[in-house]
């Protein structure tokens, strides 16, 4: 069965410093890997994906994220944090599904504090 | 492009009493799904729509739930009779129909307190 887990409920980082959002992965076959945040009061947003390709993929608000196949790991990372960054982030893996069309497994989520 | 529309955004109601939640996907997406976040926990898979058919409905919690999407276009989420645990926040989820890699949109979600 597929599944992610982020092994951190809470990550701190200083405005300005840069900032690692850990996730790792269990799948059979390829991975399909996405990255979401959520705003208070708000939907997910899309942040980023893996499906194949760079091992480094960049995504909105200037986020990126480092796919390790040997150590299973996605990675959600930012070189400079902002306060505004601070939401709850997930990792999810998408399900092998009808015409590919599979639900999206999520971890239980990493709410990202950034102190000024 | 109008993104997933949810509503009502909140409700509040008893044990006991029925709710329905409504979700208007992305138009032209042919797939929806429905997922729910229980306070402090992660988010649930409930079920999943290809057009106006259940293409699987393993998380639905059981017999209370019933989810319908008549037409292909909006779908509904009923459950009858609420209980305490069903509290927490719905949101409602498309997709194209094209491939793994799609992702899936987001409403912002139906907040649901039974009391």
């Known amino acids: 069965a597929q599944s992610v887990a982020q092994p951190e409920d809470q990550v701190n980082v200083a405005e300005g410093n840069p900032l690692t959002v850990k996730c790792t992965y269990s799948?059979?076959?390829?991975?399909?890997l996405f990255w979401y945040v959520q705003y208070p009061n708000r939907g997910l947003q899309f942040l980023l994906k893996?499906?194949?390709?760079?091992?480094l993929v960049k995504g909105s608000y200037g986020f990126e994220a480092e796919f390790n196949k040997s150590q299973t790991s996605f990675h959600l990372k930012k070189p400079s944090a902002l306060v505004s960054d601070s939401a709850l982030y997930f990792c999810?893996?998408?399900?092998?599904?009808?015409?590919?069309?599979?639900?999206?497994?999520f971890g239980q989520g990493t709410e990202l504090s950034v102190k000024p | 492009e109008a993104g997933v529309t949810q509503f009502p955004s909140h409700s509040v109601i008893e044990k006991g009493q029925t709710v329905t939640l409504r979700c208007d996907p992305i138009s032209g997406h042919d797939n929806l799904y429905w997922y729910r976040r229980v306070m402090g926990k992660e988010i649930k898979f409930l079920l999943h729509f290809v057009k106006e058919s259940k293409q699987d409905e393993s998380g639905m919690p059981n017999n209370r739930f019933l989810a319908e999407r008549t037409g292909g276009t909006y779908s509904t989420l009923k459950v009858q009779p609420a209980e305490l645990e069903d509290s927490g926040v719905y949101f409602c989820?498309?997709?194209?129909?094209?491939?793994?890699?799609?992702?899936?949109?987001f409403g912002n979600g139906t907040r649901l307190t039974v009391t």
């Open positions: 999810a893996v998408r399900d092998i599904g009808y015409n590919q069309g599979g639900k999206l497994i």
């Open positions: 989820a498309s997709s194209h129909l094209n491939g793994r890699g799609s992702p899936l949109h």
């Open positions: 799948v059979s076959g390829n991975p399909y």
């Open positions: 893996y499906i194949t390709g760079d091992n």
